[in-house]
């Protein structure tokens, strides 16, 4: 089985059905689902997600990314701050970084303040956190190779110059 390839197009569109994969990857269907069984497992696929356009639907969400500077620990090093940080269910998303801080946090929020707290309350005085700096998104453009304005590019005009 063309692995790789499976994974790419659970990748794109994770609502492929395993009849439209297999005819893909020129298998059989139950060859297709015993895959997809086994990454699981094997947690490769951790999961099927949907992208969706927060700002065409009336809910109020709200996204920050927080710089997370950090003092690392002796004998363990990023791995059990991050543990710590990680385990608050406000956080999404987190990645240990090259630059100017340890950890980027994603979280969301239902408002600006919500976040705030989240930052002041929790993360901040997190043992080994020595600072934090949160970046709140104004607008979503493009997530995961899907372009969210789409219709307007369409409607865009080209500038005549003489």
């Known amino acids: 089985m063309k692995t790789e390839l499976l994974l790419s197009l659970l990748e794109t569109n994770a609502r492929y059905s395993t009849r439209d994969l297999a005819d893909v990857l020129l298998e059989d269907e139950d060859s297709v689902i015993h895959t997809m069984s086994d990454l699981e497992k094997k947690k490769i696929i951790c999961g099927y997600h949907t992208i969706i356009n927060w700002d065409k639907t009336n809910k109020e969400k709200v996204m920050a990314l927080i710089e997370v500077g950090v003092t690392p620990e002796r004998d363990y090093g990023y791995d059990k701050i991050a543990k710590n940080i990680y385990r608050y269910p406000e956080?999404?998303?987190?990645?240990?970084?090259?630059?100017?801080?340890?950890?980027?946090?994603?979280?969301?929020?239902?408002?600006?303040?919500?976040?705030?707290?989240?930052?002041?309350?929790?993360?901040?005085p997190t043992q080994n956190v020595v600072s934090t700096s949160t970046f709140f998104v104004l607008k979503e453009y493009k997530v995961n190779g899907v372009i969210f304005d789409e219709e307007e590019k369409h409607n865009e005009r080209l500038v005549v110059t003489p």
């Open 91 to 124: 956080v999404d998303t987190m990645y240990l970084m090259s630059g100017k801080s340890e950890f980027i946090v994603i979280i969301y929020g239902k408002t600006m303040q919500e976040v705030s707290n989240f930052v002041g309350t929790k993360l901040a």
